[in-house]
């Protein structure tokens, strides 16, 4: 099971820390990413982490700004948001997947899902 955190109203150019915490011991057997969808459109991915926590990709839109990381004896995934922007608005979906790293930025590459966490950003 997956439970994200974190989210909230915040002005555009703030931050927000997300968190994804994880129930079970084989935390660190997964890749964790993060994955938004704002309304109308669908889910797209944020940021991933691979299973040492050694490697991470990002999408482009957030890239500099959004840094993910993990905590593997904590069982938890984060997702920290710097210079948040008004399209950055969604709920955000933490994810694991049991795949090693090549299929870290679909949608289907994930096994488990987190319940979701709303983030909207003000102008």
């Known amino acids: 099971q997956l439970q994200a955190s974190g989210g909230g109203l915040v002005q555009a150019g703030g931050s927000l820390r997300l968190s994804c915490a994880a129930s079970g011991r084989t935390f660190s057997s997964y890749t964790m990413g993060w994955f938004r969808q704002a309304p109308g459109k669908e889910r797209e991915f944020v940021a991933a982490i691979n299973r040492a926590g050694g490697s991470t990709d990002y999408a482009d839109s957030v890239k500099d700004r959004f840094t993910i990381s993990r905590d593997n004896a904590a069982y938890t995934a984060y997702l920290q948001m710097n210079g948040l922007k008004p399209e950055d608005t969604a709920v955000y979906y933490c994810?694991?997947?049991?795949?090693?790293?090549?299929?870290?930025?679909?949608?289907?590459?994930?096994?488990?899902w987190g319940q979701g966490t709303q983030v909207t950003v003000s102008s």
């Open positions: 994810a694991a997947s049991r795949a090693v790293w090549g299929s870290r930025a679909s949608v289907l590459g994930y096994n488990y």
